[in-house]
């Protein structure tokens, strides 16, 4: 009786776990060989086809404290997420701000009715990553979606310099 | 003495700028910041290119610093060189600072013992300045404003709310939230007042690397108001003038008004 109740639980919280729309992104960071390195700032986040900001799903930065602020000095660089939301944010944002990640993989998964996508009306979106590195560049790459899903899918697109492969994968 | 003897030849460079090639310009180091109490630090200079160092310093007697509350903060650490004053600002409140240098005197001309006589300065000296029985007294007003604007975190308007003196650019896009292939659009002002059919003349910066000053004119409508279409990230430099007879000195019969701004555009 009760291994069955613990089976209905399981089961009914893996149905929830499929009916939310989930959306995962994979960032890869590239291992640069220069000089003088400098991890990434990386700016991830969705817009409306107004290029309004819809979610802000992540920013990485220096966290550690230092004279001029925990680095929040440099958020500027990321230009286009510093002028659609930054600059209109107390840092640091809870469940956005992070540090900066090195060179490599890393993915972000986030409930659709999680905090941070719970307020997207269905439409068509375009999820948003910036890279600017500080002595480096800056790269923006761009994935267009529409939410919620009606199939899984995922979407990769590669950036040049200071992005490598990033991927948006969407489940209904 | 020093710093008087810069004060005039500033607002004679001012006026004879739109007779001669002479620029006048603040340049910001950066427009758009964040973080713990960033600091800006201005160039203030007069040059035939934008934006070099290589004819005459502006003087810093005039510099009015509004912050984003309105309130008037001093420019730190100011210094006049060879060809430049410089002078930094600390950006202690969020929002947009408006960083103007605003002359405001008079120039003139009369005749004394036979001779003509020229004299440039402050509309408090010049009755002491004014020999007794000069004849022929020609008094212009002049109003100059050089200014430029930098904001920590979201731009903000109050600092660029009129004043009411001179010709002032009043935003309809902010001139913090510029970038290239987007239309900006200004206001105008004279007294306060939408000034129409006002020419204003922009240029790009780093002309040193160009052959030549690709300046284009764009005309106020009759809301005051002038669009422009940057071509591409950089500095920019707008300039305009403008003469009439609404003088406030007593016995000026004319008033000359000069205004120059500094604007950064940035990337997409």
């Known amino acids: 009786m009760r291994s069955l109740l613990v089976l209905l639980a399981l089961a009914s919280l893996m149905t929830a776990r499929l009916s939310a729309a989930d959306l995962t992104v994979n960032v890869e960071i590239p291992r640069l060989d220069v000089s003088e390195y400098h991890r990434p700032y990386v700016a991830i986040w969705i817009q409306t086809p107004e290029r309004k900001v819809a979610a802000n799903l992540a920013v990485w930065y220096q966290q550690s404290a230092g004279a001029d602020g925990k680095g929040e000095k440099w958020l500027p660089d990321l230009r286009q997420w510093w002028r659609r939301s930054g600059r209109g944010l107390e840092m640091p944002v809870d469940g956005i701000s992070g540090a900066t990640r090195p060179a490599g993989k890393h993915e972000l998964s986030f409930d ?17 990553i910036e890279a600017s590195r500080e002595v480096g560049g800056r790269e923006l790459v761009e994935i267009p979606f529409q939410w919620p899903a009606k199939s899984q899918a995922t979407e990769t697109r590669r950036g040049e310099e200071e992005l490598g492969s990033v991927s948006l994968k969407l489940t209904p | 003495m020093i710093r008087s003897v810069v004060f005039s030849a500033t607002v004679f460079v001012a006026l004879i700028t739109t007779t001669q090639a002479h620029k006048v310009w603040l340049r910001p180091s950066q427009t758009s910041l964040s973080g713990n109490d960033p ?12 934006f070099y160092f290589n004819h005459f310093p502006l003087g810093l007697d005039n510099l009015v610093i509004i912050d984003p509350n309105g309130n008037q903060v001093e420019g730190q650490n100011q210094s006049t060189g060879k060809y430049r004053s410089v002078f930094d600002v600390q950006l202690k409140e969020k929002g947009t600072y408006r960083i103007a240098i ?25 009755a002491s300045a004014l020999p007794e029985g000069a004849t022929n007294v020609n008094v212009t007003e002049s109003v100059g404003r050089i200014e430029t604007f930098v904001t920590n975190g979201a731009p903000t308007e109050t600092a660029l709310e009129p004043t009411g003196k001179g010709i002032e650019l009043i935003p309809v896009t902010h001139p913090n939230d510029l970038y290239a292939e987007e239309e900006g659009t200004f206001q105008l002002l004279v007294n306060g007042k939408p000034a129409a059919g006002l020419e204003v003349e922009i240029i790009q910066g780093a002309t040193r690397y160009r052959n030549s000053q690709d300046t284009v004119h764009v005309t106020s409508d009759d809301e005051g108001k002038i669009k422009y279409t940057w071509p591409e990230a950089g500095m920019y430099w707008l300039s305009t003038s403008k003469s009439d007879s609404d003088t406030s000195i007593p016995n000026a019969t004319q008033r000359r008004l000069s205004y120059a701004g500094t604007v950064e555009v940035l990337p997409q």
Not at chain 1, 113 to 118: A, D, M, T, V, Y
Not at chain 2, 102 to 126: I, K, M, P, T, Y
């Open chain 2, 39 to 50: 600091w800006v630090t201005v160039d203030a200079a007069v040059s035939n290119d934008l």
């Open chain 1, 112 to 128: 659709g009715k999680g905090k941070h996508l719970s307020k997207l009306k269905p439409g068509k979106y375009t999820l948003v």
């Open chain 2, 102 to 126: 605003v002359n405001q005197g008079l120039f003139a001309s009369w005749e004394h013992d036979g001779q003509r006589r020229r004299w440039r300065g402050r509309a408090s000296d010049f």
